[in-house]
């Protein structure tokens, strides 16, 4: 028969070698250091990206103003003082001078209309016959202060004597 086999169970067994169980006090150091330090890193991370996301949103409001919906009296408030500031700027004396002061006494000036939005002038005049009419278009084309005067209309009064001829000019001044 077989011998009995005896298995001690209660007996002390060796310890790990000194520099083992060292080494595993040092990995275990250094792993909670380790571990402090990527929590810093992250917390760090965290930070930085919300400085950007600020940054990113000043930037962002400030390229792109908010504005607030006009309401409609604020927006007729604001076209009538843009029309009575057109009005304003028109530069009415120089105009008048340019217009009236035609070296030659052939042309009657009968009336001037504006429109200040489009920086137009309607001159209605009459002249002593056809070859006044386009000297005094020539003279307007001439000007400094106007630009594109275009003969609008004319009309040619047979029914009067010296047959004048009545027409209508249109210039846009320039701007200053």
């Known amino acids: 028969m077989m011998p009995r086999l005896h298995i001690d169970f209660g007996r002390h067994r060796a310890l790990g070698a000194p520099a083992g169980i060292v080494l595993l ?6 792993l909670l250091v380790s571990g402090e330090r990527l929590w810093q890193v992250y917390d760090e991370n965290d930070r930085v990206q919300a400085e950007q996301e600020a940054q990113r949103h000043r930037l962002f409001a400030r390229s792109h103003p908010a504005t607030v919906p006009q309401t409609p009296a604020a927006r007729l408030a ?3 003082s843009l029309a009575v500031l057109r009005e304003l ?5 120089d105009l008048l001078s340019i217009v009236e002061d035609y070296p030659d006494h ?3 000036l009968i009336g001037i209309d504006q429109s200040p939005a489009q920086s137009q002038i309607r001159i209605t005049a009459e002249a ?3 070859d006044a009419m386009i000297a005094y278009l020539r003279y307007l084309q ?9 003969l609008n209309d004319h009309i040619i009064e047979t029914n009067v004597p010296g047959t004048p001829v009545r027409f209508q000019i249109t210039a846009v001044w320039r701007k200053s």
Do not use: H, I, M
């Open 106 to 108: 052939d042309v009657a």
């Open 128 to 130: 002593k016959n056809f």
């Open 142 to 150: 001439a000007s400094v202060l106007l630009r594109e005067a275009v």
């Open 89 to 93: 700027t028109v530069p009415w004396q």
């Open 25 to 30: 006090c040092v990995a275990g150091l250094l």
């Open 78 to 80: 604001e076209s009538q």
